[in-house]
């Protein structure tokens, strides 16, 4: 029965304490300080001890937050590349336009006035094949230059001629060479728009060569003739009219 006397009133004590301390809204006395408010956990599975830390509860929120971010992710990544392909879809250049692209002469190789600091006279003509242009030497230190076609691999030629010959909208007559490289050519053809020879032809000395225009314009800046130079049908006009037979030709 000792025992039992003993402690009845320990628990009765601390069942009071315990009660006391939950009512107490406001301080007992002056000093006492007030207990921290309750605040509650957005996980309600936690221990009711960790719903006092308000700190607590703000990292237990993280994991939620996260969450959301990671499954929202993989649908801003599927439609930056639908974005992506669309771009390269739009700026894809058509075959048609691409083609008539290629069929311009490009832009580097437009007549223009240059500086020349070389050695030939004035009036003299200098043919640069490897960059595919032709300069008209002037008397203020400056240059006419043309962008030209020149000769294929294997037809490449330098030297030094003159000017023989000039004519207008020339007949063409394939050499007896190159028909034998080409036997679907005619062995005379008439002056005119579609003649290779075009608007003008330039003929040097006793050669088969010719600075000559073209109807392919697209040519120019290209090795693509059997040795004569290449010019369109404005530029070997213009030269054509400011040059005359005797003219030096430097090709190099």
Request: proline content about 10%.
């Amino acid at each position: 029965m000792f025992p039992v006397r003993f402690l009845m009133p320990a628990a009765l004590f601390l069942g009071g304490a315990v009660l006391g301390a939950g009512l107490a809204g406001t301080p007992a006395s002056a000093g006492q300080v007030a207990p921290p408010p309750l605040v509650l956990s957005p996980n309600l599975t936690e221990p009711w001890v960790l719903q006092l830390q308000p700190g607590t509860a703000r990292r237990a929120a993280a994991p939620v937050q996260q969450r959301r971010v990671y499954q929202q992710r993989p649908v801003q990544q599927r439609q930056v590349r639908r974005a992506n392909w669309w771009s390269r879809t739009m700026e894809k250049p058509q075959p048609q336009a691409h083609a008539q692209r290629t069929r311009q002469i490009a832009p580097e190789f437009l007549p223009t006035i240059v500086e020349y600091h070389g050695s030939h006279k004035p009036g003299t003509i200098v043919i640069d094949t490897n960059a595919r242009y032709l300069y008209l030497v002037q008397t203020d230190g400056t240059a006419r230059r043309y962008g030209v076609g020149v000769g294929k691999p294997g037809f490449e030629w330098a030297g030094t001629h003159k000017i023989t010959r000039k004519a207008e909208w020339p007949d063409w007559r394939p050499p007896a060479e190159m028909r034998k490289r080409r036997p679907d050519l005619p062995t005379f053809m008439a002056g005119g728009p579609q003649n290779p020879l075009g608007a003008r032809a330039l003929y040097l000395g006793s050669t088969l060569y010719r600075i000559h225009g073209s109807n392919q314009p697209w040519t120019i800046g290209h090795a693509v003739s059997s040795g004569c130079i290449r010019m369109r049908n404005e530029d070997v006009t213009d030269l054509y009219e400011r040059v005359g037979v005797g003219t030096k030709v430097y090709v190099i």
